[in-house]
């Protein structure tokens, strides 16, 4: 059964309606005894008639009635003030020209009250364009999350696939007796190989702004960037050892070293075999600066701004053989932001470029640097 809802008693309605509405009451029961006063006052009745009006004041700033209700208000305090006025004018108790302060003095009012009613829609327009801004920022940050958690996905769902079609590729490629079909397999696992590469830059792309990203401890930088330059040196360039700071830092040796790899696959997709690729490692301003200088086709000034974000490329390229998937860069970046450092390019067309890691070092390292140049 429905419960039959018990209609409220008159006399809780006229409570609750006195409990809401004590300042409303209190006010007019303040200006009754005011405009008894500008009666019984005589020439004096000027205080009483302007205590009304600026009690009026006060009270519509607490209340902010409404359009109708305001002016209604206006209205009868204006006939009732200007009745009395009237009646000492005739009387002559009063000059004539006292009369004249009634309307001016609700001009002045309604003048106030058509000031602050329009602040308040201005604010009110405000207030719902910054609600419509967090909204579209909770939407976007609702579409980021559902990006980063589709990343992640989509990178763990790949990783075994590939990696069972490139081993039966590879098998295939060792077995085959054709030369066509072992030319074939070694196109398949050339092309499996760069999706295994695809997935695993996108998972670290979406797990780089995860805590547990980084695994800190004390890293020597000059044995990163030798190391590195080991890995590379089969790939036919000049390359260069430039000064070498041996220091120390806080950071995550892996995360660097593909940073640095990241970096060199740019150097070498925009050099050719007799340019050189320099790596050098020095302290700056309480950094650890690691840098990557070749000496290839440069990259255009309006390209720089765009060359870590994700998917994007310079022109012109003078070798693929680094896969080229518009994310090395990006990762780059990640690496050097999640360190609390950042990324920085100089370049010019034609006479190559410096891409610079730079991660702080903190006090020791720069303390150490100090000592070894004195």
């Known amino acids: 059964m429905r419960e039959r809802r018990v209609p409220e008693a008159g006399g809780n309605r006229v409570l609750r309606w006195a409990r809401s509405s004590w300042i409303d009451i209190a006010w007019v029961v303040f200006v009754a005894i005011n405009l008894a006063g500008m009666q019984a006052m005589g020439n004096w009745s000027t205080i009483p008639f302007l ?16 359009w109708q209700p305001a002016m209604l208000t206006v209205a009868l305090v204006t006939l009732a003030t200007g009745g009395i006025i009237g009646e000492q004018v005739v009387s002559g108790v009063q000059g004539g020209d006292y009369l004249v302060e009634v ?52 990178s763990h769902e790949l990783g075994t696939p590939i990696t069972v079609a490139l081993g039966h590729a590879e098998l295939i490629e060792q077995a ?33 702004g995860n805590p547990d990203f980084l695994d800190l401890a004390p890293v020597g930088v000059d044995s990163v960037v030798i190391d590195t330059l080991d890995r590379w040196a089969y790939t036919p360039r000049k390359w260069r050892l430039g000064e070498v700071a041996e220091t120390t830092i806080q950071g995550d040796r892996d995360r660097l070293a593909v940073a640095l790899d990241a970096l060199l696959e740019n150097a070498i997709a925009h050099t050719e ?17 690691l840098a990557v200088a070749d000496s290839g086709c440069g990259i255009p000034e309006a390209d720089l701004d765009r060359i870590f974000g994700r998917f994007a490329r310079a022109k012109p390229f003078r070798s693929r053989e680094a896969g080229g998937f518009g994310l090395g860069l990006p990762i780059a970046a990640a690496i050097a932001e999640a360190h609390h450092g950042s990324v920085r390019v100089h370049s010019t067309v034609g006479r190559g470029s410096t891409f610079e890691l730079l991660i702080p070092a903190g006090p020791a390292a720069a303390n150490e640097h100090v000592s070894q140049a004195s």
């Open 51 to 66: 205590v009304i009006w600026v009690s009026l004041t006060i009270v519509y700033g607490f209340r902010m009635w409404r």
């Open 103 to 154: 309307p001016l003095v609700a001009v002045m009012f309604l003048a106030m009250v058509w000031q602050g009613r329009r602040r308040q829609a201005a604010l009110e327009e405000r207030l719902a364009a910054m609600e419509e801004v967090q909204r579209v920022s909770r939407e976007n940050l609702r579409l980021m999350e559902q990006q980063h958690t589709f990343l992640l996905d989509a």
């Open 176 to 208: 085959a007796t054709d030369k066509a079909v072992a030319e074939d397999a070694r196109v398949v696992v050339g092309e499996l190989g760069r999706l295994r590469r695809l997935s695993s830059r996108l998972l670290l792309l979406a797990s780089a």
């Open 273 to 289: 075999t007799d340019d050189s690729i320099e790596l050098s490692a020095r302290i700056e301003d309480g950094n650890a600066v």
